[in-house]
């Protein structure tokens, strides 16, 4: 007997209606019928790597994993700030399939999903075909609300770039980095909360301070436009980027600019209420929200992105589905990689609680943020977190303080540099 | 650790030889046989950071294959702040002894490459 079958799903764990309670009890007659219950992750990120992989892994074989991933090379976002500050080169951040399929047994299907038929529980694919699925992992990851800064598109991000998603973007952000001349001005527009890496924009800064610095450029200034009163890491970066690049960075918090009014790709302008602020480059990172397919599935609540059960990482909205990463509501968990392939775990495990019968143990979570201010200064923020009061709260978090030794602050960058090295191996296999 | 006892003067009375109890029992009960498959989860987090032996790049120390004794010392340095990494030291404050010794049990069993 499956063990779905001895443990149905039950509304005093779920809280969720009558239909979908009829429809769990519904879901052991077809696991029986079929020769293995089927996962399928859908975004092959942090949070959809991880899950694919942990899955596959600790079932060996007992669970069909496939992982629908659009793209057949992933370049990461995280670490992408060093590539723009010439740290790593593209090629150390850009990770394929092949081991996740060879190594693991997953089917990787590297075509676009269209849409979730939560009803008859499967994937459409864009070209029509069906996946079906016991249990599916939703790791769609971030779209950009383009029309949050007005004036931008996706058509002006080609002028304009955002850069907050890993891959063209990221190239074109470096090579009009790599084109600012002494004397001219780099315009950011930082997003406002809730968004993708809290620190990335304040390390994306660091990074084009670095590039310009090296040049020996000392008349360029980088202008950052910001939505927000306050950001991750302030007192590190202000401290920073004093000590390594004075006088070149200039912060606007909304007391300042007055409120950011709208773009003007043609012109290369930023009005806010305060000034019109032209750039030779200007970067526009706009407010983020779940990929459309969770939003278009109905998995999302008002915020855009996606409610779930801090116990599982299960989501409020329907049973078979999980929702990891940067879509998810995740309370106190900043949105991150690290983040993602926490959680991806906690729901890895409650899935194969579920399909095989194996253990489940208390989700615990874990986070932690290194940010590269300058050559060998980076800092770091992160903790420990865990189910409580509804949400996924901190238990203990630490940050980095202000004037640090050089030894620690070294340190913390080459811990940075094996993270990656770690965490891509624990996602792409 | 074990129920305090009920009555209000006996708990007073036993409070010193209690205390001493605690000191030496956190020790032992981290280095008490662990649950692996626990470990095994707690693990995943680890992996997150710590390379496998051989593939160790930049500043994380790689840690299978760590013998128990060794794996429980750090962790309860870094519970205790005798060691200073700040990741660690949250990682290890979260931790009970009972996580201590099944991730413990779950690192000394595999073998570095």
Redesign the interface.
């Known amino acids: 007997m499956h063990p779905l079958s001895r443990r149905p799903f039950s509304r005093r764990h779920f809280g969720l209606g009558a239909a979908v309670a009829v429809a769990g009890l519904a879901a052991p007659g077809i696991l029986r019928a079929q020769a293995k219950p089927r996962v399928v992750v859908l975004g092959g990120g942090a949070g959809g790597g991880t899950a694919a992989r942990?899955i596959a892994k600790d079932s060996a074989g007992a669970i069909d994993v496939t992982l629908i991933e659009q793209n057949r090379r992933y370049t990461t976002c995280f670490f992408s700030n060093l590539y723009l500050g010439g740290f790593r080169d593209l090629g150390s951040i850009t990770h394929g399939y092949d081991k996740l399929a060879s190594a693991y047994g997953i089917t990787v299907v590297n075509a676009r999903a269209a849409a979730i038929d939560r009803a008859a529980r499967q994937v459409v694919m864009a070209d029509g075909a069906k996946v079906p699925y016991d249990r599916l992992v939703m790791s769609p990851g971030i779209d950009l609300i383009w029309d949050s800064v007005p004036g931008y598109s996706e058509a002006a991000s080609e002028v304009m770039p955002h850069a907050w998603k890993g891959g063209p973007q990221t190239s074109l952000l470096k090579a009009r980095l790599d084109a600012v001349a002494n004397g001219e001005q780099i315009v950011m527009v930082a997003p406002p909360n809730p968004y993708r890496c809290p620190p990335g924009p304040y390390e994306r800064v660091s990074m084009m301070a670095h590039v310009l610095k090296a040049k020996g450029f000392k008349d360029c200034k980088i202008v950052v436009l910001d939505p927000k009163k306050a950001f991750s890491k302030q007192g590190l970066f202000a401290e920073g980027w004093e000590k390594h690049y004075p006088g070149m960075v200039e912060w606007y918090g909304p007391d300042v600019h007055g409120g950011i009014k709208g773009v003007d790709p043609a012109a290369g302008t930023v009005k806010t209420d305060f000034d019109t602020f032209k750039g030779a480059l200007v970067n526009v990172i706009p407010a983020q929200r779940a990929g459309a397919i969770a939003v278009e599935a109905g998995l999302t609540d008002a915020s855009g992105f996606c409610p779930i059960d801090p116990a599982s990482m299960r989501s409020k909205a329907d049973e078979a589905i999980f929702v990891v990463g940067d879509a998810c509501i995740a309370g106190d968990m900043p949105k991150s990689a690290?983040s993602a392939?926490?959680q991806a775990?906690v729901a890895a495990?409650q899935i194969r609680g579920e399909l095989t019968g194996a253990?489940v143990?208390p989700a615990?979570?874990?986070n932690?943020c290194w940010s590269l201010i300058e050559t060998d200064d980076g800092v770091?923020v992160?903790?420990?977190y865990?189910a409580a009061d509804g949400k996924i709260a901190a238990?203990?978090?630490?940050v980095?303080q202000t004037a640090e030794d050089a030894a620690l602050r070294h340190?913390n960058?080459?811990?940075?540099?094996?993270?990656?090295?770690?965490?891509t191996?624990?996602i792409f296999g | 650790m074990g129920r305090l006892p009920r009555g209000w003067a006996s708990r007073h009375i036993g409070r010193l030889a209690l205390t001493a109890a605690v000191a030496l029992s956190a020790g032992s009960a981290a280095r008490a046989e662990g649950d692996a498959a626990y470990g095994e989860y707690l693990a995943t987090q680890c992996v997150a950071c710590h390379p496998v032996s051989g593939h160790a790049q930049g500043g994380i120390p790689p840690i299978d294959g760590l013998p128990t004794d060794a794996f429980v010392d750090a962790l309860l340095a870094y519970k205790n702040g005798e060691r200073d990494n700040q990741v660690m030291r949250s990682v290890a404050g979260a931790l009970g002894l009972e996580e201590i010794a099944a991730l413990a049990a779950y690192f000394a069993k595999l073998s570095p490459e």
């Open positions: 942990q690290f392939n926490s775990k495990m253990r143990f615990r979570y874990s932690t770091k992160g903790g420990q865990a238990s203990s978090t630490f980095s340190g960058y080459q811990e940075s540099i094996g993270w990656y090295s770690s965490i191996a624990d």
